[in-house]
């Protein structure tokens, strides 16, 4: 198994930055693919950008060009928030796919952006 642990939410202005924390413990050396994902209010979650083990990036078009994606082996991995929109405001979530399949998602890390 393994397990997630997300940092660095919190209240910003529009146009601030924030930069989101997710430390991984357990059987790290399945982690194939690594993830920021979110959910608002009364909507679905939904992937926000994602990194494979060789490095390949993916992002969701709403935040491509103001959000970086970006992992310290597999041990740590970071999401890189600049320009913040009011329509950012989720509880983001980081999420791990392993070798075997299996999805493994921290608790999540409330994000609130202010107009």
């Known amino acids: 198994q393994v397990q997630l642990a997300e940092s660095g939410g919190g209240l910003v202005q529009a146009g601030g930055s924030l930069r989101l924390s997710c430390t991984t413990s357990?059987?790290?050396?399945?982690?194939?693919?690594m993830a920021w994902h979110r959910q608002a209010p009364g909507k679905q979650r939904e992937l926000v950008a994602s990194?494979?083990?060789?490095?390949?990036t993916n992002y969701n078009v709403s935040v491509k060009g103001r959000f970086t994606i970006s992992r310290d082996n597999v041990k740590f991995l970071y999401l890189q928030m600049d320009s913040l929109k009011p329509e950012d405001t989720a509880v983001y979530y980081c999420k791990t796919m392993t070798t075997d399949g299996r999805n493994y998602w921290g608790q999540g890390t409330q994000v609130t952006v202010s107009s």
């Open positions: 357990g059987n790290i050396w399945t982690i194939i693919t």
């Open positions: 990194i494979t083990r060789n490095g390949a």
